[in-house]
């Protein structure tokens, strides 16, 4: 179990630049997740997969982000156009749901920065 | 809104006394999980209570969950300075994924 990863771990970038980050969870869990959290808050749920299929997407995500997770594996995260509203950490976690209380296993995130 | 509030926002004791947090969520959930964030790091499920279950024990951490009045408590006994950190709970309201709480930020002092 190497554990869920996250690349990269921080990205500063310029408002109206496109970002990607990838999330590789842990080899045998076929769900994924991925959550928003700025400073001083809670994770919010972006988006869901099962397997290949993206199965849930939060009304918090615009049509600026968009995420995939081909083969069912690795998953990308893409915000188009960033603003500095974007600015948070972004993270990644993945479950095996064998049961329907699987825990989730997160990265340690990619703290993302708008400037 | 969210789902789930912890209560307090911020918790300080001295290292050997126990801490204790509390969750409250809105809607009637199937589990309540509860999470640890170190600072800059993603977070670390710590134990998951299921509807039907009142009480459960993992080392040092004892929860509980009372459905009728929509709440749950993480107690850490003797707590120590490698504690401190944030506390989340979470849970599945609206089925497979997972709406977590503001959080408890815990300082053990030494």
């Known amino acids: 179990d190497t554990g869920v990863s996250q690349d990269p771990r921080h990205k500063i970038t310029k408002r109206g630049q496109n970002v990607t980050f990838r999330c590789d969870p842990i080899?045998?869990?076929?769900?994924l997740y991925w959550y928003r959290q700025t400073l001083g808050q809670g994770p919010e749920f972006l988006t869901y997969?099962?397997?290949?299929?993206?199965?849930?997407k939060s009304r918090l995500l615009s049509d600026r982000f968009s995420a995939e997770r081909p083969k069912g594996s690795f998953s990308t995260l893409e915000i188009q156009r960033t603003e500095q509203g974007d600015s948070a950490m972004y993270l990644c976690?993945?479950?095996?749901?064998?049961?329907?209380?699987?825990?989730?296993?997160f990265g340690n995130g990619t703290r993302l920065t708008v400037t | 809104s969210q789902q789930g509030e912890e209560d307090p926002q911020a918790l300080s004791i001295q290292e050997g006394e126990n801490a204790t947090m509390n969750c409250s969520y809105k809607?009637?959930?199937?589990?309540l999980q509860w999470y640890r964030q170190n600072s800059g790091r993603g977070l670390v499920h710590l134990i998951l209570?299921?509807?039907?279950?009142r009480e459960k024990h993992s080392g040092r951490l004892r929860v509980t969950l009372d459905t009728s009045k929509k709440s749950s408590s993480l107690l850490i006994t003797a707590s120590r300075a490698a504690d401190t950190a944030s506390y989340f709970c979470a849970t599945d309201p609206y089925g497979q994924n997972f709406v977590f709480g503001p959080g408890t930020r815990l300082s053990v002092l030494p």
């Open positions: 976690a993945s479950s095996s749901g064998q049961t329907y209380n699987s825990p989730l296993h």
């Open positions: 080899s045998e869990h076929n769900r």
């Open positions: 809607t009637s959930i199937n589990n």
């Open positions: 997969f099962q397997n290949e299929a993206q199965l849930e």
């Open positions: 209570i299921r509807s039907n279950e």
